[in-house]
Nanobody, 123 residues
Framework: QVQLVESGGGLVQPGGSLRLSCAAS????????IGWFRQAPGKEREGVLC????????YYADSVKGRFTISRDNAKGTVYLQMNSLKPEDTAVYYC????????????????WGKGTLVTVSS
């Protein structure tokens, strides 16, 4: 079955960097979009970034533009979220999710979710 496992979270100081990984199994990653989402304490879940199977990227959150990037290594079955210049307001549980096939998949809904990894930005 579809499995998505996030890793790479932790405690980092403001201005620091982290790279999150999303290990995908149970499906052929090459054909599907993968999105990163986050949920801060007391807030609703929000979209961060998405990458389609065509390597098109869509930013869901303007607040991460210029700081976060997304990439995929289909051979390794992994999607990465590189987070630079981290701010305390980036503190959240980060989730990856499997989307649909096709070039517009990042504009559609997600079908499967990982359990998340906690990122804490604090001095």
């Amino acid at each position: 079955q579809v499995q998505l496992v996030e890793s790479g979270g932790g405690l980092v100081q403001p201005g620091g960097s982290l790279r999150l990984s999303c290990a995908a199994s149970g499906f052929t990653l090459d054909y599907y979009a993968i999105g990163w989402f986050r949920q801060a304490p007391g807030k609703e879940r929000e979209g961060v970034l998405c990458i389609s199977s065509f390597d098109d990227r869509r930013y869901y959150a303007d607040s991460v533009k210029g700081r976060f990037t997304i990439s995929r290594d289909n051979a390794k079955g992994t999607v990465y979220l590189q987070m630079n210049s981290l701010k305390p307001e980036d503190t959240a549980v980060y989730y990856c999710a499997k989307g649909e096939r096709g070039p517009r998949a990042c504009s559609a809904g997600m079908t499967d979710w990982g359990k998340g990894t906690l990122v804490t930005v604090s001095s």
